[in-house]
């Protein structure tokens, strides 16, 4: 198999949930799964801007990434959640790594958690089929 920007946004995902399943009662993983959701944030809109042969700019900035499907007049379907929250998933890139005492709350964890799982999920069943 073909390793993809799908594919990485995929196993970021994966890591979120394994560390919120299993040290979710220590708030201090919230951080790492906040991190983990915003890799997979990211990487998930880069690879549909590839699908349409459009080059992503080299940022963690969600919204901006975001702003390109505009600029190109694209027409992708990207649930309202995550246009809604760009702003919050590029926080959790910087902030949860490098601002001591910097702590998600578990309810807004567990909602992106959830609202980045059905992204990714319709994205899988859309991804065209390779070999």
């Known amino acids: 198999m073909n390793e993809t920007l799908l594919t990485k946004a995929l196993q970021n995902l994966e890591v979120a949930k394994s560390i919120y ?26 690879f549909l801007l590839e699908q349409n042969g459009i080059e992503y700019i080299k940022t963690h900035d969600i919204t901006q990434l975001l702003l390109k499907f505009k600029e190109e007049n694209l027409n992708v379907d990207i649930p309202e959640y995550i246009k809604e ?47």
């Open 21 to 46: 399943n299993n040290l979710c009662e220590d708030e201090a993983y919230l951080n790492f799964v906040g991190y983990h959701l915003q890799q997979t944030v990211e990487l998930a809109i880069k």
């Open 85 to 131: 929250h760009g702003e919050m998933f590029t926080i959790w890139e910087s902030k949860t790594r490098y601002i001591t005492n910097y702590k998600l709350e578990k309810n807004k964890v567990g909602k992106a958690l959830n609202e980045v799982t059905l992204f990714i999920d319709t994205l899988l069943l859309v991804e065209p089929k390779q070999g």
